[in-house]
């Protein structure tokens, strides 16, 4: 059985092209950057390159480039130190973050005292900005807003270059957790003025365990991992000479093919929206996840009419991977937050919801072979449902 993997927003195959970049890594240039003969420094050139390449890509010098292990490092960073070291007394954020963000918030509010406002969004997932701008305009308490750019679960953009505006004529700092736009989107910060952001290499096809944190140089951030001055005593530690080998050239391609992937990847979610909505009488999509503007070009989220907490377990079977955003209320695994804030509590009852996620490398027939599984599982569902109701 041919596997198909649909689930590109957890993580994402590696290019080969990236493998042979951290092989040739692995075996060339292993010399600690820290060190001051040929060997360390071949791996320092190589490091500053790709700090040079990213900060090209994002329009910023690259001094604003900090090296760390992953996403979820980053945002921890950016959140924690914002509270220690520039004293950040108030965080806005929204219920639709990733866990690394909203718990290293709610570690602030725990451990700091910080004030936390969420701004809770619509039912389509939207956060309002007059509602930002409100809070922001009252209250003279140095604050950080941290809103996400694209949602994960539901693929909603937020438009960060507005929110980055507001920020600034209220004095506010803004972070986003761009983990699933960064390399996937053109990002000019020269023109958006963000303060903090986030990114992980395994989100566009280069490896885990390596990811960077963009921390604008005004801002004054300092580090919460020290012991060495590597990464400007911003984040100790040797540095993962392949790890950054791998996103260098991750980044590389994701940039030489961003115009052909893009539309390759909108055409395959609009063509999965219109098999899925043909063959599944009742779906809905969840979010601006059916939408071409205000969404990410590889995340669907679907909402099945019909309870099946095994959903996934049953595609798995049929070797396709696919992610499935819990709105569980049996107790058996938690409802995701994002699921709560979108779903009424009618669909968190009586409905499915499933995060489908595409790369370039996804198919149509990929496409065809998941909706009739979709289909068949669908089937004997209803099958089942009847069968209990006659009972
Ligand atoms: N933020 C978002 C929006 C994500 O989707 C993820 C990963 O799922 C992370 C942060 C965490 O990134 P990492 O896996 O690199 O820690």
Not at 212 to 232: D, N, V, Y
Not at 336 to 344: A, E, F
């Amino acid at each position: 059985m041919d596997k198909i993997y649909l689930d590109n927003a957890a993580t994402t195959p590696l290019s080969p092209e990236v493998i042979d970049a951290m092989v040739e890594t692995m075996k060339m240039t292993f010399g600690n950057p820290s060190s001051t003969h040929s060997f360390g420094q071949e791996a320092k050139i190589l490091i500053e390159n790709v700090r040079r390449q990213i900060a090209d890509y994002l329009h910023v010098s690259p001094a604003e480039i900090i090296f760390t292990s992953c996403g979820t490092e980053s945002n921890n960073m950016i959140i924690k130190s914002s509270v220690e070291h520039l004293g950040v007394e108030r965080i806005i954020s929204s219920p639709l973050e990733h866990k690394c963000v909203s718990e290293s918030i709610l570690d602030m509010k725990n451990r700091k005292g910080v004030e936390v406002t969420y701004i809770r969004p619509n039912e389509k997932g939207d956060i309002d900005l007059h509602k930002l701008e409100e809070l922001l305009k009252n209250s003279d308490k140095k604050t950080l807003v941290s809103l996400m750019h694209a949602n994960n679960e539901i693929g909603n953009l937020t438009d960060i270059k507005k929110i980055a505006e507001l920020c600034k004529k209220y004095q506010a700092l803004f972070h986003s957790d761009t983990v699933q736009t960064m390399a996937h989107m053109n990002l000019d910060f020269s023109e958006i003025s963000i303060d903090f952001a986030s990114c992980s290499a395994h989100k566009f096809h280069g490896p885990k365990g390596i990811g960077f944190a963009f921390l604008r140089k005004s801002s004054g951030l300092k580090g919460i991992i020290t012991g060495g001055p590597q990464e400007r005593s911003l984040r100790a530690g040797t540095e993962n000479v392949c790890g950054i080998a791998g996103l260098g050239k991750a980044l590389e391609l994701s940039i030489k093919n961003m115009n052909a992937y893009t539309q390759h990847m909108q055409e395959i979610k609009q063509y999965a929206i219109d098999r899925v909505s043909e063959e599944i009488p009742g779906v809905k999509f969840n979010g601006r996840s059916s939408e071409k503007e205000n969404s990410l070009y590889t995340v669907m989220s679907v909402l099945l009419p019909y309870k099946n907490p095994l959903i996934g377990l049953q595609l798995d079977m049929k070797g396709i991977a696919v992610s499935q955003g819990s709105a569980c209320s049996s107790g058996a695994s938690k409802p995701s937050m994002v699921m709560m804030m979108v779903l009424s509590e009618d669909e968190m009852e009586h409905c499915t919801p499933l995060r489908v996620s595409f790369s370039h490398l996804t198919t149509k027939e990929e496409i065809d072979t998941f909706v009739q599984a979709l289909k068949e599982i669908s089937h004997d569902l209803i099958i089942e449902n009847t069968n209990v109701e006659h009972r």
